[in-house]
């Protein structure tokens, strides 16, 4: 890279730093009572911000979860680069003074009751509520599959957690030892972080190529339809270079069993179930709501998002139209984009300004465009920043970063900058 894109990408990683929200942000004198149900990224940094820009309102966070994960970095956990102890924070780190954090998760909503019971059986009464309990990895809509089995028979799932990381890169090193037949995809479900099948299937290939094993193993990619990833743009980009690299496409085909002592997979395709071998196979589960959620009356109750329990939600502004007094943020909500962290850093101020501009007695005006980010990995040292909103329309926050060119500071900006963005994140800064 020559000195001024050098220089330029430099600029970039600065940006991605430490600052704080601007002087001029609105501030509310009001005193509502205010429950945030989860303290992943979505919980933790709206509390943040809400405790700066509503001083004086009583903020209530519920969640059990000691530890929390930098889920962005299970990538890298996943090629061997990262240990689990490097995305792996305490949840009480985070957790902004001022905040009440009761170490218990929403077991029941009752938005028309407006309270909210805990597992340990507490009522919790509310003002606004806000959902952000994250989605439930539903392993066990895959027949034959459990996240026991994840580094054993040869199968890999990156998104269980730090370890199942680790494992997944442990069982990805031993398949291209022994060479043989790798399958890869993606379920049908709404999904965090669409682009992490993809990235593991080039990482898997780069692996291999760099270990001399390339001609030992074959990668086949699953997609779940016609495409492999739902950006046009992006799908045409990536297609090509799994034609590039030998990669093979399968369209329209769903995991729906496995069995691992004959390591052999089912797929749903439109022609009837195929079955397929493989020596090596990345499980990506099926998505939905937690349990508390889908059994509430917040989902949506018809169309796309209603099966998998999504809350129901105004896309633009994340506010629920039955229940106005209740948001959703992150992956939980129903809404066509945004199952990502960089999606999050662009939700959470939405809601907090509106919020703050609606106790303040003026009309909220702030909008989420559905912005979603995919730094894509497509080699070791090498990555696509992809952004873009609800339509599709890529989208450049670096006017010196093309989306679709696979460049090596996308990739610094994925390994070396996204964690220190993500912390700040949680701090309320953005």
Not at 94 to 104: H, K
Not at 126 to 155: C, K, N, P
Not at 222 to 237: G, I, K
């Amino acid at each position: 890279m020559d000195r001024r894109r050098f220089l330029a990408g430099a600029g970039a990683l600065a940006a991605l730093g430490i600052a704080p929200p601007p002087a001029a942000a609105a501030v509310s004198s009001a005193r509502p009572r205010i429950v945030i149900a989860g303290a992943g990224a979505a919980g933790i940094s709206l509390a943040a911000r809400l405790r700066r820009q509503m001083p004086q309102a009583t903020i209530v966070l519920l969640d059990a979860r000691r530890e929390h994960f930098f889920q962005p970095g299970f990538t890298m956990v996943a090629a061997g680069l990262w240990d689990p102890a490097d995305v792996t924070f305490r949840n009480a780190e985070f957790v902004p003074s001022g905040v009440e954090w009761i170490a218990e998760a929403a077991a029941e909503f009752d938005p028309a009751g407006n309270r909210v019971v805990t597992t340990g059986g507490r009522r919790i009464a509310y003002d606004f509520l806000f959902v952000a309990t994250g989605l439930l990895l539903d392993y066990r809509r895959i027949q034959g599959m459990d996240e026991t089995l994840i580094g054993r028979e040869g199968i890999a799932s990156i998104y269980a957690g730090p370890d199942a990381a680790a494992a997944s890169f442990r069982a990805m090193e031993a398949f291209i030892g022994r060479g043989g037949t790798g399958l890869f995809g993606r379920p049908p479900t709404e999904m965090k972080c669409a682009g992490a099948p993809l990235k593991f299937t080039f990482i898997t290939d780069d692996r291999a190529r760099r270990r001399g094993r390339r001609g030992a193993v074959e990668l086949v990619y699953n997609a779940h339809s016609e495409v492999v990833f739902t950006v046009p743009p992006v799908d045409v980009r990536v297609k090509g270079m799994f034609a590039d690299r030998g990669i093979r496409v399968n369209r329209s085909h769903v995991l729906v069993a496995i069995d691992p002592g004959a390591r052999r997979a089912t797929y749903r395709t439109p022609a009837g179930d195929v079955t397929l071998g493989y020596d090596f196979i990345h499980v990506v589960p099926p998505m939905r709501v937690p349990d508390a959620v889908l059994n509430s009356p917040l989902p949506w109750q018809t169309g796309a998002f209603a099966a998998d329990g999504w809350v129901e939600a105004d896309r633009a502004t994340l506010r629920h139209p039955r229940f106005p007094n209740v948001f959703s943020v992150g992956d939980v909500a129903g809404v066509p984009r945004g199952k990502t962290a960089a999606s999050v850093k662009w939700q959470v101020p939405v809601l907090v300004d509106n919020l703050v501009a609606e106790t303040a007695g003026r009309e909220p005006t702030a909008a989420y465009n559905g912005y979603t980010s995919c730094p894509m990995v497509t080699a070791y040292g090498r990555a696509m920043l992809i952004e873009f909103v609800y339509d599709g329309t890529l989208v450049q926050s670096f006017p010196f970063i093309a989306p679709l060119d696979d460049l090596w500071i996308s990739w610094v900006i994925e390994e070396k900058g996204l964690k220190g963005a993500y912390r700040a994140m949680l701090r309320g800064h953005a």
